[in-house]
């Protein structure tokens, strides 16, 4: 197993960083801690970037100029608009004819997550609004708007009689708008100080072709971040089934499951990776998904539009819009260019990890068994076919894995094998950063929680006894965890 330290505590003892290392034992709480490695500061290897920058958008440092040249030219498809075809902008036109952005920076800021859209009736940009099954007996998508809202469009109208006869709908318009508000939830820590969470509440409003389907729900979701994705893809799938504990056959409380995914390639059944319920396989995927769903640019794996029987303006704007049906909108050296963007998109250095607080903030990560989820380390897989991607010791701090997170984080939709309770762990590397990057800071898979201690503070289900244990901490320790996760 390529796991540098696996922390999980399986017969009471933890796998340390390497046979001369021994941790450290915390004896009042039974829990070792593991001794630190310098390693812990270059979080992604050979991918780390070289310094700090004021943005996540940069590639790992030892890549080779033809490297960092393909990372560039891959830039340029994430963060150049796209348009409506026709255009004499040929490489960069197939927009919509629905779609949620013009361009994958639009919601990923500086390689982030970008402003999260203000409470009210909005037409979302940053958030995404999945929809889903809440019935786990019915796979099925909504049949009038598909998996995804989509609330923009470009602009068409349907002129032939006899098509409009046989359609209520016939312009081309975007599917609807998001009514979010929030309330509030207060608490107070062990030691009496007081705290307040953000409760959002959404309801889809103006929806242009009727009302969705009785077992769909729906699921809003704030872009996430985007750097360090190349590595988490090189971890081997056997690393991480050996995490796989769905029944908790070893009773520590955690059930991390994987969920089984399908690859559009191949057609096989895979284990899930990326989205905040590990809905993709791999990275390529991921950005194939996002390019068709997110702007509406087919490619060779997503070669349909999103555009469904109902939707009769969108698939003539789709027929008829100035793009062949028979062309996809984004060939294949263009999409591989964008995945070489994302695969090679450096992490942060950790910052003053040795510094005396944030030691001891480690020490109480540690002691609240948060490593239980957020698996700190890795050795990528030796034989990935990326080379600078290959056997990197990495410090992402996630399994990847699925976990009931409790009721008050559950959407009630489920997407293949997660429930509406369960969502994967998000990677905790360079999110310390987020406030410097992009001029906000917003956690979880909706942005509800402004700091990183209101993150904590939304865990339940697994993670219940990790946050009741933060919730004891005093002031004092809570800030210095804080300050672990933030110097990561």
């Known amino acids: 197993m390529q796991l540098i330290t696996k922390f999980l505590f399986i017969t009471g003892l933890l796998v340390t960083l390497s046979a001369c290392d021994k941790p450290v034992s915390d004896t009042a709480n039974k829990v070792r801690i593991p001794v630190f490695d310098q390693s812990e500061i270059q979080t992604a290897g050979g991918i780390t970037h070289k310094r700090l920058y004021a943005s996540y958008l940069y590639p790992g440092e030892k890549l080779s100029s033809k490297q960092q040249l393909d ?28 779609f949620n952005t013009r361009s994958c920076i639009a919601c990923h800021t500086a390689g982030s997550r970008a402003k999260i859209d203000e409470a009210g009736q909005i037409l979302p940009l940053s958030l995404v609004v999945r929809l ?36 209520s709908y016939t312009d081309n318009v975007g599917e ?19 705290y307040e969470l953000l409760k959002p509440r959404y309801k889809l409003t103006k929806l242009a072709y009727g009302e969705l ?15 360090g994705m190349g590595l988490l893809n090189a971890i081997k799938t056997d690393d991480l089934l050996n995490q796989e504990d769905s029944t908790d056959s070893n009773g520590d409380g955690i059930s991390a499951k994987y969920n089984r995914v399908p690859n559009v390639i191949t057609g096989e059944i895979e284990v899930g990776r990326f989205g905040f319920k590990a809905k993709q396989p791999n990275l390529h995927q991921q950005v194939a998904a996002a390019f068709r769903d997110d702007i509406g640019i087919t490619n060779t794996s997503f070669t349909d539009e999103t555009c469904t029987k109902t939707q009769v303006a969108c698939n003539y704007a789709a027929k008829h819009g100035g793009h062949s049906l028979a062309d996809l909108e984004i060939p294949d050296n263009r999409l591989d260019f964008t995945v070489t963007f994302n695969e090679f998109l450096g992490v942060p250095p950790a910052r003053n990890l040795q510094s005396e607080t944030v030691q001891r903030g480690r020490a109480l990560f540690y002691q609240a068994k948060c490593q239980q989820c957020h698996i700190p380390s890795y050795v990528t897989d030796e034989n990935y076919p990326v080379k600078a991607l290959a056997k990197q010791t990495i410090w992402p701090y996630t399994d990847l894995a699925l976990h009931d997170m409790g009721e008050g984080l559950a959407d009630g939709v489920y997407e293949f094998n997660a429930s509406g309770r369960e969502w994967r762990t998000a990677p905790l590397w360079g999110i310390g950063l987020q ?54």
Not at 152 to 163: C, G, Q
Not at 176 to 194: M, P, Q, R, T
């Open 435 to 488: 406030q410097y990057k992009t001029g906000q800071q917003r956690f979880l898979h909706d942005g509800r929680a402004r700091t990183i201690s209101e993150a904590i503070l939304w865990h339940g289900g697994e993670a219940e006894p990790a946050k009741q244990a933060y919730v004891a901490l005093n002031k004092q320790q809570r800030d210095a965890l804080v300050k672990f996760v933030k110097a990561i």
């Open 71 to 98: 990372f560039w030219t891959g830039f340029s498809f994430f963060r150049d608009p796209w348009v409506a075809a026709p255009s004499a902008t040929g490489n960069r036109d197939g927009l919509g004819p629905l």
């Open 176 to 194: 609807a708008w998001l009514d979010k508000s929030y309330d509030k939830v207060l608490g107070n820590f062990v030691d009496g100080e007081a």
């Open 213 to 227: 389907a009785p077992h769909i729900g729906i699921s809003v979701r704030l872009a996430p971040n985007i750097f």
């Open 132 to 167: 889903g099954s809440t019935d786990p007996a019915i796979t099925s998508v909504d049949p009038v708007y598909g998996g995804q809202i989509q609330p923009r469009s470009i602009s068409y109208r349907l002129t032939d009689a006899e098509i409009i006869k046989q359609s």
